[in-house]
């Protein structure tokens, strides 16, 4: 069986490809545990979101590329990407 994503080691991380197309990189780093993690390579924030996995990182690369996609297709406002993007983002539990 073939992996969705595919990972090309680069200078800082890895390269992540689906289906030959490039989503951006992921970096790898350390938890305040020493667990380690990725956070995505464009997220230049002090305390970057991380994600625990490669996969899941890759995950939600995926996810941004496909939203950002949309919103240049219907022309969205930055406030209609923001609010859609939240209903994206996954959640830490399904119990409310």
């Known amino acids: 069986m073939r992996q969705a994503y595919e990972f090309e080691p680069s200078d800082d991380g890895f390269e992540v490809f689906f ?11 350390k ?10 390579g464009w997220d230049d924030r002090k305390s970057p979101r991380t994600y ?19 919103a240049r297709k219907r022309h969205w406002s930055i406030e209609k990407l923001l609010v859609m ?9 399904d119990a409310r």
């Open 85 to 93: 993007a939240w209903d994206e983002r996954p959640r830490a539990s």
């Open 31 to 40: 938890e305040s545990s020493g667990r380690h993690c990725f956070y995505l």
């Open 19 to 29: 289906r030959g197309k490039s989503l951006g990189n992921i970096i790898p780093a």
């Open 52 to 70: 625990r996995g490669k996969n899941k990182a890759a995950q939600a690369l995926h996810a941004l590329h496909k939203l950002a996609a949309e």
